[in-house]
Every structure is written in structure tokens, then in C-alpha cells.
């Protein structure tokens, strides 16, 4: 596991990441999202130590890797595999010399070498490429490579900065697929870099959101879309533009609550409130935990009680809010001084 | 009055060939010596730099103003100005044995660079794999920054060959020999035009030689 505490790098006066904390256990992705120039890629050159930090600790399985020599940080960095952002492959050696690569640097012996490079691109798929060079493969292929890699040296951390990016949405799932397997047959604890929801919510356990170098918004995906309208919440699970104004009578926000909704419920609502029910937008997907998230906009045609309207979906496991919510694109100051949303949505002021 | 006599075609080759032998060495011996010492001054470079592995920026100042002031001068100039280092290291200053100085001083500083732009191409994260991957600061020179630019220092490499055939022709005024001492003392001088042909076409065939095979070699080890 990794631990990350009080993390701050500055380049003179300026404060790229301020007092960053989080945590990742063993067989567990955690994602840091956040938009370019949030300091997430400082983030990333700290974890792996291609920057040294400032201030702050990092333990990986309990050893302060900021505060080793040189020579001593060498071996440990074994314990951080990387998976770069287009693979960074080098060009001139083979699928299965780039995997090599990391095994060479610290002496392991030619044999375990050649059966661990075997191991490793079977595990990946990519054995039938092991001797093909870069440019003979594609994209994806060249992260599988670039995934294998990052686990030659048996890490129990692996950081994957931003290992989908510039991929098709095709290529992008089947390599977060993998990443999910071998987060759960190795047990790794996996640190994702990304700036692409649909990568956090495929994949992620946890997410964290990085906001000019501090993480001001955290929990498990599933827990930040099924309890909150935040930011990141709406950024997670984002409403399709619907055709609704924004204060039209009727016109009602809801989000799945839990993960076990009853699909049913827009026609036993109906009945229940004995209203035509509209749906203008939403968008409802199976998250990692097996359970629904979902997020609609509907317009219910008949004049009711407010109160009756929320404890009807309350019943059913669904929030409602009235009226319109911002897009994930738009502050929603409102939504969140609405609800303080549960201790989940921390902020690291 | 001056009477052009050419040497017969018969008779050239028998001073063509020796001249040919003579470039050849003192472009061999030079390119050695400008491979062993430029390669890790590029290198050097490179990595003092900003964008290299360990920067120091009065490092990377000097000696980067060292390669420029090698390479500013005309080589004629820079010939006459290091006759009396010429003389100290290899006690004469005339023949092939003085002309591989200054061929150096000049060669040596110009491969340095194309090896220092071959270097800088590879992109930072490549190198970064190296680091993160526990590589020493040497290991990530030998296995990423000399691996990655090959084909980058074997383009260099015969652009460098290329520039000594010229330096050494140039060379030939100091007595060095080779093919353009050959041009300049029979073709020029004495207007022997059969030798002045075959040296220009001696010339430009081992440029065309030289090059062609170089951008065989960088496509082969191109991937």
C-alpha cells in the first residue's frame, strides 16, 4: 500500500501541490482527477520520486521513501511500478526487451529474466508480439507493453499517469479491464492519473479530486455519484443536455441514492402519484460496485405537493430535487450549500 | 608560357591511389579520435543542460563554449592558429601526422553537437522510464540515451565523415597529402586536368559512398 501524507512541492514561489494526503490499500485503484494544470502530473513525478517533494512523507509498505539517499532510493523504487502516459516505449527495442528493461538495472539474472518477461507478456496478452518492435504495434498494444513493464519489478504500487490517454474509447475499456484484473490477481494498490471521468468511474474504487494542488473532494466512486451533487459528482455521472429550462414547472433532478433501484420505478412513481411522468435526459450505468448510478432529469405533469414528490422517490432509493442543476461544466454553489453532502466530500481547507 | 601537360590516363592511377590511401588514413585516424572524445562531450552537453540528466548550468556553459570556438573558425584559419599546439603534441608541423590536430580540434566539437541533437530528441519521458525503473544516471546513458539516438549519431557520424574529406583536402596545403593536395599541387598548379577529373570524381564518389551507405545503416536500425 502507499500512503501520501502532507505532500507539498513548490518551484520557488510557487505552490504546485499544497499538503496532499491520501491513501491507497492493496488491491485497490484510487483515482486523482482534476483539470490540466491542477498539479496532477507534479502529483505523479513526486510518487514516483522523478521530483523530490518538498515536504511530506511517502510510505510504500511502510518505508518513508522521501528520506532515503540516493543509492538506497534506487532499489526502493522497485516497489513503485509506472505506467506512462503513450506507453513511452523505447522505440529501438523490442515488446519484449522494453519489459526487460527494468530487470536489467538490478542485476537479475538472464534465465529469471527471459521467464519473467514470458510470465508477464502472457499475463497482458501480448505474447505473440513479444518480438515486435513499437511501431509495429498499435496504441493499445503498446500499453499493454508499457503495463507490463510498469510490473517487471514486482511493485506493490503501481502508478498509471494517465495510461489511457490519446487511445480509443474500444481500446481504452479493454486496457482498464486489464488494469482491474491485475489490480485483483496481484494485488496491487493502484494509483490512477487521469483527467477522463469515464476511465474513474469504469475502473476506480476511490476517487480524489485535485484543485490547485490540493485534494478538495474525496470518497468512493460509487459513494461521491450516489450522495452528492458536487462538482465531482457531476463530473463522475454527467446529464446529457436535456430540453428542459431551467425553471420550468414540474421539472424535477434525480439521482440513484442506492445501488438497487428498481428499474420499475418510473412507472410504479406514476402510479403512485397518478402523473404522466416525461423523462428529458439522464443517464443510468452499472458502476464498478455492480450496482446502478443514475442521474435524470424528468418533468412530472401534474400539479403536486413537493413533499410528496421527494418521498415518492425517496422510497424508491432515488433523490429528487426540483428544478433545474447546473451542469457538470457550471459552478452549482447552490447545490452544495444546499447539502453539506455527508462527511465523504471532505475539504482539505 | 606555361604548358598544360597532363599526366596520361595510364599514369594516374598510380598517383591517384596513393592519395585515395592517404585521405583514407587521415580521415580514419581523425573519425577515431573524434568518436572516442565527441561522443562524451555531446553526451556531456546534453546532460549539463537543462533538459538533461544532471544539470549544471556552469558546467554545460563552459564547455558548450568550448565546442562553439571550435567550430567558429574557418578550418584554414584554425589550422594556421594551432601550429605551435600542432608542433608540441606530434613535433612537426607538416604531413598527415599534423593535419590529424587540427582535423580533431575541429571534428571533435561538431560531432559533439549532432551527437548532443541526436540526444535531445528522445522524448523526456523515455528517459524518465530509466530513472523511475531504479537505472543509474550511467545505466540510463548506456541503455536509453545511446540506444534511442543510434540511428540520430550514424546520420551524424557520415555527415562528420563527409565534413573531414573536405578538412582533409584543405589539410593538404600543410603538406598532409590525400586526394586534395593531389588536386590543388597537380590539377591547379601545374593544370594537369586528367588528375584534377579523377580527383573530383574520386571525391564525389566516396561522398555519394559515404552518405548512401549512412542512410542505408539509419534505416536499418530505424524501428
Redesign the interface.
Known amino acids: 500500500m502507499i500512503e501520501v501524507t502532507a505532500l507539498t512541492k513548490r518551484y520557488g514561489s510557487l505552490t504546485v501541490l499544497d499538503g496532499v494526503d491520501f491513501a491507497v490499500q492493496a488491491g485497490e485503484i484510487a483515482a486523482v482527477v482534476g483539470p490540466s494544470g491542477a498539479g496532477k502530473s507534479t502529483l505523479a513525478r513526486c510518487i514516483n520520486l522523478l521530483e523530490k517533494p518538498t515536504s511530506g512523507s511517502i510510505l510504500v509498505d511502510g518505508k518513508d521513501l522521501t528520506r532515503l539517499s540516493r543509492g538506497e532510493l534506487r532499489s526502493a523504487r522497485r516497489a513503485i511500478g509506472t505506467v506512462f502516459q503513450s506507453a513511452s516505449l523505447l522505440q529501438r527495442l523490442t515488446a519484449a526487451e522494453n519489459v526487460a528493461l527494468p530487470m536489467r538495472y538490478l542485476d537479475i539474472s538472464h534465465g529469471e529474466r527471459v521467464r519473467r518477461v514470458h510470465e508477464l507478456l502472457d499475463r497482458v496478452g501480448m505474447l505473440h508480439r513479444a518480438k515486435h518492435y513499437p511501431s509495429q504495434m498499435s496504441g493499445g498494444q503498446q500499453q499493454r507493453i508499457g503495463l507490463a513493464r510498469g510490473l517487471a519489478l514486482k511493485p506493490s504500487v503501481l502508478l498509471a499517469d494517465e495510461p489511457t490517454s490519446g487511445l480509443d474509447p474500444q481500446t481504452t475499456s479493454s486496457i482498464l479491464k486489464l488494469l482491474a484484473e491485475l489490480r485483483d490477481e496481484l494485488r496491487v494498490a493502484v494509483v490512477l492519473i487521469t483527467h477522463e471521468m469515464d476511465v474513474v468511474r469504469n475502473v476506480a474504487d476511490s476517487v480524489a479530486r485535485l484543485h490547485e494542488g490540493k485534494i478538495i473532494e474525496r470518497g468512493s466512486v460509487a459513494e461521491v455519484v450516489r450522495s452528492s451533487d458536487s462538482e465531482l459528482a457531476r463530473a463522475l455521472l454527467p446529464l446529457p443536455p436535456g430540453s428542459a429550462g431551467n425553471h420550468e414547472a414540474g421539472v424535477w433532478q434525480l439521482r440513484y441514492e442506492r445501488p438497487d433501484v428498481d428499474p420499475a420505478w418510473l412507472t410504479s412513481v406514476a402510479r403512485e402519484l397518478d402523473a404522466d411522468i416525461s423523462v428529458l435526459a439522464g443517464l443510468i450505468e452499472t458502476i464498478d460496485d455492480g450496482g446502478a448510478a443514475g442521474r435524470l432529469t424528468v418533468r412530472i405533469e401534474r400539479s403536486l405537493a413537493a413533499t410528496e414528490v421527494r418521498a415518492a422517490f425517496a422510497s424508491r432509493g432515488i433523490h429528487a430535487k426540483q428544478g433545474s442543476i447546473a451542469r457538470a461544466d457550471e459552478p452549482d454553489p447552490e447545490a452544495e450549500a444546499e447539502e453539506p453532502t455527508e462527511a465523504l466530500v471532505r475539504s482539505a481547507a | 608560357m606555361i604548358i598544360a601537360t597532363a599526366t596520361p590516363w595510364s599514369g594516374v592511377s598510380s598517383l591517384l591511389l596513393p592519395a585515395l590511401g592517404q585521405t583514407a588514413a587521415m580521415v580514419g585516424i581523425v573519425m577515431s579520435i573524434v568518436v572516442v572524445l565527441g561522443l562524451p562531450l555531446g553526451l556531456l552537453i546534453f546532460n549539463t543542460s537543462p533538459r538533461g540528466l544532471t544539470p549544471h548550468p556552469q558546467v554545460h556553459a563552459s564547455i558548450s563554449w568550448i565546442a562553439n570556438l571550435g567550430r567558429s573558425l574557418p578550418f584554414l584559419v584554425l589550422m594556421a592558429t594551432v601550429i605551435p599546439f600542432t608542433q608540441l603534441v606530434v613535433n612537426t608541423t607538416i604531413g598527415i601526422k599534423a593535419a590529424i590536430i587540427p582535423m580533431s580540434l575541429a571534428g571533435i566539437p561538431f560531432f559533439a553537437r549532432l551527437v548532443e541533437n541526436a540526444v535531445r530528441e528522445i ?1 523526456r ?2 528517459l ?9 544516471v550511467l ?1 540510463v546513458v548506456r ?2 540515451q545511446l ?2 539516438a ?2 540520430g549519431i550514424v546520420a551524424g557520424l557520415s555527415l562528420n565523415i563527409i565534413a573531414m574529406i573536405e578538412y582533409s583536402a584543405i589539410a593538404g596545403a600543410i603538406g598532409a597529402g590525400g586526394l586534395g593536395y593531389l588536386a590543388v599541387n597537380y590539377g591547379y598548379e601545374q593544370f594537369d586536368s586528367h588528375i584534377m577529373i579523377s580527383c573530383i570524381v574520386v571525391l564525389v564518389l566516396i561522398v555519394q559512398i559515404v552518405q548512401f551507405g549512412g542512410d542505408r545503416i539509419v534505416r536499418s ?3
Open positions: 522524448p519521458t523515455r524518465d522510464v530509466g530513472i523511475a525503473s531504479g537505472a543509474s545505466q541503455t536509453i540506444t534511442e543510434l540511428p536500425l530505424t524501428h
